[in-house]
Protein backbone atom coordinates (compact mmCIF):
# COMPACT_ATOMS: atom_id res chain seq x y z
CA UNK A 1 0.00 0.00 0.00
CA UNK A 2 1.40 3.68 -0.64
CA UNK A 3 0.25 7.15 -1.68
CA UNK A 4 0.31 8.73 -5.01
CA UNK A 5 -0.11 12.24 -5.78
CA UNK A 6 0.08 14.44 -9.01
CA UNK A 7 -0.98 17.84 -9.91
CA UNK A 8 -0.96 19.30 -13.61
CA UNK A 9 -1.54 22.54 -13.94
CA UNK A 10 -3.37 24.43 -16.74
CA UNK A 11 -3.66 28.21 -15.31
CA UNK A 12 0.36 28.93 -14.97
CA UNK A 13 -0.70 31.62 -12.39
CA UNK A 14 -1.12 28.40 -9.80
CA UNK A 15 2.48 27.55 -11.15
CA UNK A 16 4.18 29.73 -7.53
CA UNK A 17 1.64 27.37 -5.32
CA UNK A 18 2.58 23.45 -7.20
CA UNK A 19 4.92 22.51 -4.37
CA UNK A 20 2.94 23.93 -1.46
CA UNK A 21 -0.55 21.99 -2.92
CA UNK A 22 1.30 19.28 -3.90
CA UNK A 23 3.31 18.71 -0.48
CA UNK A 24 -0.12 18.99 1.31
CA UNK A 25 -1.33 16.29 -0.96
CA UNK A 26 1.89 14.35 -0.23
CA UNK A 27 1.49 14.62 3.94
CA UNK A 28 -1.95 13.51 3.63
CA UNK A 29 -0.86 10.35 2.42
CA UNK A 30 1.43 9.83 5.15
CA UNK A 31 -0.87 6.69 6.66
CA UNK A 32 -0.50 5.19 3.00
CA UNK A 33 3.53 5.16 3.08
CA UNK A 34 5.34 5.95 6.34
CA UNK A 35 8.54 4.94 5.49
CA UNK A 36 9.35 7.38 2.79
CA UNK A 37 8.72 9.77 0.31
CA UNK A 38 9.73 11.54 -2.96
CA UNK A 39 8.50 14.63 -5.40
CA UNK A 40 9.05 15.26 -8.79
CA UNK A 41 8.63 18.68 -9.86
CA UNK A 42 8.88 20.18 -13.30
CA UNK A 43 10.23 23.88 -13.86
CA UNK A 44 10.82 26.13 -16.54
CA UNK A 45 13.70 24.49 -18.61
CA UNK A 46 16.78 26.24 -19.04
CA UNK A 47 18.19 26.13 -22.92
CA UNK A 48 20.83 23.83 -24.09
CA UNK A 49 21.32 22.75 -19.80
CA UNK A 50 20.31 19.44 -18.29
CA UNK A 51 20.16 19.12 -14.98
CA UNK A 52 21.33 16.40 -12.87
CA UNK A 53 19.69 15.78 -9.75
CA UNK A 54 22.01 13.53 -7.23
CA UNK A 55 21.81 12.71 -3.65
CA UNK A 56 24.26 11.73 -1.00
CA UNK A 57 24.36 10.21 2.33
CA UNK A 58 27.43 12.45 3.59
CA UNK A 59 26.90 15.57 1.21
CA UNK A 60 29.00 17.86 3.07
CA UNK A 61 31.54 15.83 2.18
CA UNK A 62 30.57 14.47 -1.31
CA UNK A 63 28.96 18.02 -2.40
CA UNK A 64 32.65 19.74 -1.76
CA UNK A 65 34.20 21.54 -4.67
CA UNK A 66 31.85 19.17 -6.59
CA UNK A 67 31.07 21.11 -9.03
CA UNK A 68 34.53 22.37 -10.21
CA UNK A 69 36.14 18.51 -10.85
CA UNK A 70 33.29 17.59 -12.69
CA UNK A 71 33.68 20.75 -14.54
CA UNK A 72 37.33 19.67 -15.03
CA UNK A 73 36.15 16.22 -16.73
CA UNK A 74 33.89 17.77 -18.97
CA UNK A 75 36.01 20.67 -20.00
CA UNK A 76 33.35 23.38 -18.89
CA UNK A 77 31.63 25.27 -16.38
CA UNK A 78 28.98 23.47 -14.16
CA UNK A 79 27.14 25.19 -11.35
CA UNK A 80 25.78 23.37 -8.62
CA UNK A 81 22.77 24.34 -6.13
CA UNK A 82 22.78 22.29 -2.67
CA UNK A 83 19.24 21.06 -1.07
CA UNK A 84 20.23 19.20 2.24
CA UNK A 85 21.37 15.95 1.30
CA UNK A 86 20.43 16.75 -2.75
CA UNK A 87 22.09 18.72 -5.35
CA UNK A 88 21.42 20.05 -8.45
CA UNK A 89 24.13 20.37 -11.03
CA UNK A 90 23.79 22.32 -14.60
CA UNK A 91 25.70 20.55 -17.16
CA UNK A 92 26.06 20.98 -20.86
CA UNK A 93 22.83 19.56 -22.81
CA UNK A 94 24.69 16.72 -24.64
CA UNK A 95 27.05 16.23 -21.77
CA UNK A 96 24.81 13.61 -19.69
CA UNK A 97 26.62 10.23 -20.39
CA UNK A 98 29.96 11.73 -20.18
CA UNK A 99 28.69 13.26 -16.70
CA UNK A 100 27.03 10.05 -15.24
CA UNK A 101 30.73 7.82 -15.99
CA UNK A 102 32.44 11.13 -14.78
CA UNK A 103 30.47 10.88 -11.18
CA UNK A 104 31.13 7.59 -11.08
CA UNK A 105 35.06 8.08 -11.22
CA UNK A 106 35.15 11.28 -9.12
CA UNK A 107 32.39 10.52 -6.39
CA UNK A 108 31.07 7.20 -6.52
CA UNK A 109 29.11 7.23 -3.18
CA UNK A 110 26.66 10.03 -5.34
CA UNK A 111 23.66 9.10 -6.71
CA UNK A 112 22.05 10.17 -9.39
CA UNK A 113 18.02 11.04 -8.88
CA UNK A 114 17.25 12.54 -12.24
CA UNK A 115 17.98 14.60 -15.08
CA UNK A 116 16.21 16.54 -17.97
CA UNK A 117 15.76 20.20 -18.47
CA UNK A 118 12.94 20.73 -16.50
CA UNK A 119 13.09 17.82 -13.90
CA UNK A 120 13.93 17.61 -10.67
CA UNK A 121 13.81 14.72 -8.27
CA UNK A 122 13.87 15.12 -4.30
CA UNK A 123 13.28 11.75 -2.06
CA UNK A 124 14.53 10.64 1.13
CA UNK A 125 13.57 7.87 4.04
CA UNK A 126 11.49 9.37 6.54
CA UNK A 127 8.11 10.56 6.87
CA UNK A 128 6.54 12.29 4.51
CA UNK A 129 6.48 15.71 6.51
CA UNK A 130 9.38 15.31 7.44
CA UNK A 131 11.26 14.81 3.33
CA UNK A 132 8.78 17.43 2.72
CA UNK A 133 10.56 19.86 5.60
CA UNK A 134 14.08 18.97 4.52
CA UNK A 135 14.03 19.85 0.79
CA UNK A 136 11.49 22.82 1.53
CA UNK A 137 8.90 21.23 -1.32
CA UNK A 138 6.57 24.02 -0.42
CA UNK A 139 8.42 26.66 -1.80
CA UNK A 140 9.02 25.07 -4.82
CA UNK A 141 6.99 26.42 -8.15
CA UNK A 142 6.46 24.51 -11.35
CA UNK A 143 3.95 23.36 -14.31
CA UNK A 144 3.64 20.06 -12.89
CA UNK A 145 4.80 17.39 -10.47
CA UNK A 146 4.13 13.89 -9.12
CA UNK A 147 4.47 12.54 -5.53
CA UNK A 148 4.59 9.20 -3.53
CA UNK A 149 4.88 7.88 0.22
CA UNK A 150 5.92 4.48 0.43
CA UNK A 151 4.83 1.79 2.41
CA UNK A 152 8.03 -1.22 1.17
CA UNK A 153 6.76 -4.48 0.26
CA UNK A 154 9.03 -6.20 -1.94
CA UNK A 155 12.39 -4.75 -1.15
CA UNK A 156 14.44 -2.46 1.61
CA UNK A 157 13.82 1.42 2.50
CA UNK A 158 16.56 2.78 1.55
CA UNK A 159 16.61 6.20 -0.52
CA UNK A 160 17.35 4.46 -3.72
CA UNK A 161 14.27 2.42 -3.43
CA UNK A 162 12.11 5.03 -2.88
CA UNK A 163 9.82 6.88 -5.62
CA UNK A 164 9.51 9.01 -8.17
CA UNK A 165 11.74 6.85 -10.23
CA UNK A 166 13.81 8.46 -13.59
CA UNK A 167 14.94 6.38 -16.20
CA UNK A 168 14.95 8.94 -19.46
CA UNK A 169 15.21 12.66 -19.88
CA UNK A 170 12.68 14.93 -17.87
CA UNK A 171 10.43 11.39 -17.42
CA UNK A 172 9.53 9.96 -14.43
CA UNK A 173 7.51 7.26 -12.55
CA UNK A 174 5.43 6.60 -9.46
CA UNK A 175 3.54 3.67 -8.65
CA UNK A 176 1.43 1.59 -6.44
CA UNK A 177 0.94 -2.28 -6.70
CA UNK A 178 3.75 -5.17 -7.80
CA UNK A 179 5.14 -5.83 -11.04
CA UNK A 180 5.55 -9.64 -11.36
CA UNK A 181 7.76 -9.85 -14.59
CA UNK A 182 10.23 -7.03 -13.35
CA UNK A 183 13.18 -9.41 -13.51
CA UNK A 184 13.15 -10.56 -16.96
CA UNK A 185 11.86 -7.34 -18.45
CA UNK A 186 15.01 -5.90 -16.46
CA UNK A 187 17.57 -7.93 -18.15
CA UNK A 188 15.98 -7.29 -21.34
CA UNK A 189 15.95 -3.40 -20.96
CA UNK A 190 19.71 -3.71 -19.82
CA UNK A 191 20.43 -5.58 -23.14
CA UNK A 192 18.76 -2.68 -25.12
CA UNK A 193 21.14 -0.48 -23.24
CA UNK A 194 18.79 1.39 -20.98
CA UNK A 195 20.13 2.28 -17.64
CA UNK A 196 18.48 0.72 -14.40
CA UNK A 197 20.27 1.42 -10.91
CA UNK A 198 17.88 -0.67 -8.89
CA UNK A 199 16.29 -4.09 -8.22
CA UNK A 200 13.04 -2.14 -7.64
CA UNK A 201 10.04 -3.44 -10.30
CA UNK A 202 8.88 0.11 -10.04
CA UNK A 203 12.08 1.39 -11.85
CA UNK A 204 11.45 -1.38 -14.88
CA UNK A 205 7.96 0.35 -15.36
CA UNK A 206 9.97 3.58 -15.77
CA UNK A 207 12.45 2.18 -17.65
CA UNK A 208 10.16 0.15 -19.81
CA UNK A 209 8.25 3.11 -20.28
CA UNK A 210 12.13 5.48 -21.68
CA UNK A 211 12.83 2.38 -24.16
CA UNK A 212 9.24 2.42 -25.30
CA UNK A 213 9.68 6.40 -25.95
CA UNK A 214 13.12 6.01 -27.27
CA UNK A 215 11.63 3.91 -30.14
CA UNK A 216 9.14 6.73 -31.00
CA UNK A 217 6.27 5.96 -28.94
CA UNK A 218 4.31 9.20 -27.35
CA UNK A 219 4.34 9.04 -23.61
CA UNK A 220 0.52 8.00 -24.12
CA UNK A 221 1.21 5.02 -26.68
CA UNK A 222 4.14 4.13 -23.94
CA UNK A 223 1.49 3.98 -21.82
CA UNK A 224 -0.71 1.68 -23.44
CA UNK A 225 1.63 -0.33 -24.29
CA UNK A 226 2.51 -1.11 -20.80
CA UNK A 227 -0.97 -2.90 -20.55
CA UNK A 228 0.11 -5.88 -22.90
CA UNK A 229 3.70 -6.08 -21.80
CA UNK A 230 3.43 -5.52 -17.81
CA UNK A 231 2.21 -8.67 -15.63
CA UNK A 232 1.15 -7.25 -12.02
CA UNK A 233 -1.63 -4.93 -10.35
CA UNK A 234 -0.50 -1.60 -10.70
CA UNK A 235 -1.71 2.56 -10.70
CA UNK A 236 1.03 4.42 -12.79
CA UNK A 237 1.26 7.94 -12.95
CA UNK A 238 4.30 9.65 -15.09
CA UNK A 239 5.51 12.95 -15.59
CA UNK A 240 7.36 13.92 -19.20
CA UNK A 241 8.80 17.57 -19.52
CA UNK A 242 5.41 19.06 -20.90
CA UNK A 243 2.69 16.18 -20.32
CA UNK A 244 1.13 14.10 -17.42
CA UNK A 245 -0.26 10.73 -17.57
CA UNK A 246 -2.12 7.73 -15.80
CA UNK A 247 -3.14 4.21 -16.14
CA UNK A 248 -4.12 1.16 -13.72
CA UNK A 249 -4.22 -2.31 -14.98
CA UNK A 250 -7.23 -4.12 -16.44
CA UNK A 251 -8.09 -5.26 -12.55
CA UNK A 252 -7.78 -1.66 -11.14
CA UNK A 253 -7.78 -3.16 -7.47
CA UNK A 254 -5.47 -0.45 -6.74
CA UNK A 255 -7.31 2.81 -5.60
CA UNK A 256 -7.58 5.56 -7.60
CA UNK A 257 -9.40 9.66 -7.69
CA UNK A 258 -8.67 12.28 -10.32
CA UNK A 259 -10.19 15.87 -10.20
CA UNK A 260 -9.94 18.33 -13.14
CA UNK A 261 -10.71 22.01 -13.31
CA UNK A 262 -10.08 24.93 -15.60
CA UNK A 263 -7.06 25.39 -13.35
CA UNK A 264 -5.63 22.09 -13.25
CA UNK A 265 -6.01 18.18 -13.01
CA UNK A 266 -5.23 16.42 -9.80
CA UNK A 267 -4.46 12.88 -9.24
CA UNK A 268 -4.73 11.16 -5.02
CA UNK A 269 -4.84 7.77 -4.45
CA UNK A 270 -7.58 8.75 -2.31
CA UNK A 271 -9.91 11.53 -2.38
CA UNK A 272 -8.58 13.09 0.60
CA UNK A 273 -5.59 13.87 -1.01
CA UNK A 274 -7.56 16.13 -3.14
CA UNK A 275 -9.85 18.05 -0.38
CA UNK A 276 -7.45 21.29 0.24
CA UNK A 277 -7.30 22.36 -3.90
CA UNK A 278 -8.56 25.66 -4.95
CA UNK A 279 -11.76 24.84 -6.39
CA UNK A 280 -12.42 21.37 -5.52
CA UNK A 281 -15.71 22.26 -4.92
CA UNK A 282 -17.03 22.38 -8.33
CA UNK A 283 -14.40 20.33 -9.93
CA UNK A 284 -15.30 17.23 -12.08
CA UNK A 285 -14.03 14.34 -9.84
CA UNK A 286 -14.00 10.72 -10.94
CA UNK A 287 -12.63 7.25 -10.87
CA UNK A 288 -9.91 6.54 -13.71
CA UNK A 289 -11.30 3.34 -15.43
CA UNK A 290 -9.35 0.33 -15.73
CA UNK A 291 -6.91 -0.44 -18.92
CA UNK A 292 -7.28 3.45 -19.87
CA UNK A 293 -5.00 5.81 -20.54
CA UNK A 294 -5.81 9.74 -19.42
CA UNK A 295 -2.80 12.06 -20.67
CA UNK A 296 -2.47 15.80 -20.53
CA UNK A 297 -0.05 17.94 -22.15
CA UNK A 298 0.99 21.59 -22.01
CA UNK A 299 1.30 21.37 -25.92
CA UNK A 300 -1.26 20.14 -26.76
CA UNK A 301 -5.05 19.75 -25.93
CA UNK A 302 -5.65 18.16 -23.25
CA UNK A 303 -7.43 14.26 -23.49
CA UNK A 304 -8.09 11.16 -22.40
CA UNK A 305 -7.87 8.02 -24.94
CA UNK A 306 -9.03 4.50 -24.25
CA UNK A 307 -6.63 1.33 -24.61
Not at 24 to 39: C, E, F, K, N
Amino acid sequence: MCGIVGLFLKDQSLSPKLGEMLTDMLITMTDRGPDSAGIAIYGDPSQGITKVTVQSANPEQDFAGLADELGQSLNTSVTQTINDTHAVLDIPGDQFEVARAALAEIRPSVRIMSRGESLEIYKEVGLPKDVAARFNLSGMTGTHGIGHTRMATESAVTTMGAHPFNTGDDQCLVHNGSLSNHNSLRRKLRREGVHIQTENDTEVGAAYLTWKMMNGASLGEALESSLEDLDGFFTFVVGTKDGFGVVRDPIACKPAVMAETDQYVAFGSEYRALVNLPGIEVARVWEPEPATVYFWSHTNTPNKKAA
